[in-house]
Nanobody, 122 residues
């Protein structure tokens, strides 16, 4: 069992930066691929970025390439999402997820955090 707790969301202005963190419980964190998803009001949940167990990013959504960076620190059981040059369309609840395979498909993830709100004002 893995429990995930996100933090770092907030209200920012266009062009600002935020770093989201997701801390995982358990000693098997390094065995899991991790991902960040987001869901805006009225929209489906979408994958933002994924990373494999060895700290290699494996996927970025086209709309965040060059602006967002996913990373992990296995010693701290933590995965990060550095978000730069934020835009109003990045406004959403951001979720971290853990699964056995790095994938952009949500059903491949077994464990989910409760989410953290990111709001970008124009």
């Amino acid at each position: 069992q893995v429990q995930l707790v996100e933090s770092g969301g907030g209200l920012v202005q266009t062009g600002d930066s935020l770093r989201l963190s997701c801390v995982a419980s358990g000693r098997t964190f390094r065995s899991y691929a991790m991902a960040w998803f987001r869901q805006a009001p009225g929209k489906e949940r979408e994958c933002v970025a994924t990373i494999n167990w060895s700290d290699t990013p494996t996927y970025y959504q086209d709309s965040v390439k060059g602006r967002f960076t996913i990373s992990r620190d296995n010693a701290k059981n933590t995965v990060y999402l550095q978000m730069n040059s934020l835009k109003p369309e990045d406004t959403a609840v951001y979720y971290c997820a853990a699964g056995l395979v790095a994938s952009a498909i949500s059903k491949n993830y077994n464990y989910w955090g409760q989410g953290t709100q990111v709001t970008v004002s124009s």
